[in-house]
């Protein structure tokens, strides 16, 4: 048996925009053993989707992408049934949330560390500075637990300025971070799904977000479900000690898929009037180059990041894969190749090759 932890997080809101309610939440999922549960993860999410009529084209999709295609009630359906079906492989699950009285806290205190000036931020500013960040804390809290550190863990992609909780991670390791994880890495899709459910379980049922109604709104599942409020005593962990980023280049699975264009940002005018346009992310993210993509980002194990030339230079390493669109694209992915262990390959070859999921890679 091989197990693995999968984390995920979202946004938590509740009421209109005048009077919003808004916290992080986030899913720790520990797996019992990662190939088994892969092959047949496979399998429930290829004959779910394909029961209710949904596309298929990739081995898995976000909770994002299912939601978007149903009504509210039927996206929960369908979304349970892929968890029901999964629980069986799960040998715990932590649902983790963070809020504040802020009529008793009003400020929180930052930096501090590397020479940076202690700063005061009112409550309301630094749960949405927090949010973008805030897996990783789930992760240092499941990771602090009792679990060993042999165990591997695989986080969705974050950023934010360097806690107590990422020097912890960073000091213990075993630990990948994924770019767009819930979209390519059963583990994290799994994650994913569960945050996602919790959110919308409490809704149906008109249920406030508590430790005891996480855990009453799964009661009903064998696999262990707990509710885990990372409040006021934990602020220490996720606070940010130091204006520095927190460096997740090293954690990257190997290989990561990077997507390489002429023109990262505008491709095309949509109106000519408004000067809106399209970039080429969001017209490869809509075209079947996407599914091909993270059809072999499943496959390998890797994850996905659209090349960004001011950041992602030092990034690319032996092992990566450069999928080029243009012939500037390509001028560049071979100058990396000179430099690097790495596969090229075109956007139209990867179509071609991974047109549709093979199920047969994950058993029958």
Not at 37 to 54: D, E, G, P, V
Request: with cysteine.
């Amino acid at each position: 048996m091989k197990p693995v932890i999968a984390f995920d997080s979202k946004e938590f809101i509740r009421g209109p925009k005048e009077k919003q309610f808004f916290c992080p939440i986030g899913g720790g999922v520990l797996i019992k053993d990662e190939q088994i549960f892969k092959s047949a993860y496979t399998q429930i999410f290829t004959r779910i989707m394909k029961k209710h009529n949904l596309p298929a084209n990739r081995y898995i999709y976000d909770s994002h992408t299912i939601s978007k295609r149903l009504r509210l009630y039927d996206a929960i359906d369908v979304i349970s049934e892929i968890v029901n079906e999964s629980l069986p492989y799960i040998d715990k699950i932590n649902i983790y949330f963070t809020m504040f009285n802020t009529e008793k806290l009003k400020t929180i205190k930052v930096g501090g560390a590397d020479k940076s000036d202690v700063k005061e931020i009112p409550v309301l500013k630094f749960l949405p500075k927090l949010n973008p960040t805030y897996v990783h804390c789930c992760a240092w809290d499941f990771r602090a637990g009792p679990v060993p550190d042999s165990v591997p863990m695989h986080i969705d992609y974050f950023e934010g300025k360097i806690t107590k909780s990422w020097e912890y991670l960073k000091n213990v390791g075993n630990f990948q971070v994924f770019y767009r994880g819930d979209e390519c890495n059963p583990f994290i899709n799994l994650a994913d799904l569960i945050t996602w459910l919790t959110d919308k379980l409490l809704y149906k049922e008109k249920l406030r977000l508590t430790t005891d109604n996480i855990e009453e709104v799964w009661e009903n599942v064998d696999t262990p479900v707990k509710g885990v409020f990372l409040g006021e005593k934990y602020l220490e962990k996720m606070v940010w000690i130091s204006e520095k980023m927190i460096d997740t280049s090293p954690f990257l699975p190997k290989p990561t898929i990077f997507i390489v264009s002429k023109k990262p940002t505008l491709i095309e005018k949509a109106s000519a009037n408004k000067g809106e346009g399209v970039t080429f992310k969001q017209v490869f993210t809509s075209s079947p180059l996407m599914d091909a993509a993270l059809i072999r980002a499943y496959s390998i194990g890797g994850g996905i990041k659209f090349f960004d030339p001011h950041i992602d230079k030092s990034i690319i390493k032996d092992g990566d894969i450069i999928v080029h669109v243009g012939q500037a694209a390509k001028e560049m992915a071979q100058t990396y190749n000179d430099m690097y262990e790495i596969e090229i390959i075109s956007g139209k070859e990867l179509r071609n090759k991974y047109k549709t999921p093979r199920l047969e890679l994950f058993g029958k």
